[in-house]
């Protein structure tokens, strides 16, 4: 932070007022990060009880009835990670690979065919606001369709 100095002050006085300022601009980031943790644990705990609730009353399908509200959370907090992190968790998630995904691979290289197959690779924002912007009852599941994406953009270089 540059603060403005009149002439009559010495450049320690400015110096030290600078140092409290920093000091408390990193206290203010703290406690602000804190307090969305706080918010953010919050509401995760809301929509955790609002699919249960959902499981209850509509079965294993309770899913596909997510409110706007839970779409529009979980787009922004997807859309806060940068593209090569979200690539890169669909790539290393381990829960991805069940026997339905042959070409993927955990442990290995993954097949040519599979679109997390590079080593490093991006989920753009577009295909993030694609994917929440299909109601949720008619949405497929969110690898196959990164992986749908990610595949276009590959074969598309080749």
Request: aromatic share 12%; with cysteine; proline share 9%.
């Amino acid at each position: 932070m540059k603060i403005f100095k009149p002439n009559n002050i010495s450049n320690k006085s400015v110096n030290e007022l600078n140092e409290r300022l920093n000091v408390l601009e990193e206290k203010f980031k703290v406690i602000a990060s804190e307090r969305e943790r706080k918010a953010n644990d919050e509401i995760e705990a809301r929509f955790a009880k609002m699919r249960e609730e959902r499981k209850k009353t509509m079965g294993p399908d309770g899913w596909k009835y997510e409110t706007p509200e839970e779409d529009a959370y979980y787009m922004q907090k997807e859309l806060k990670e940068p593209p090569e992190s979200r690539y890169k968790y669909f790539k290393d998630a381990p829960y991805w690979h069940s026997p339905e995904n042959v070409n993927h691979s955990h442990n290995g290289p993954c097949a040519p065919e599979c679109p997390f197959s590079e080593p490093n690779g991006r989920i753009e924002d577009e295909d993030v606001k694609a994917y929440y912007s299909i109601p949720p009852a008619q949405r497929p599941g969110c690898f196959e369709f990164y992986g749908q994406r990610v595949m276009k953009r590959k074969l598309v270089r080749m």
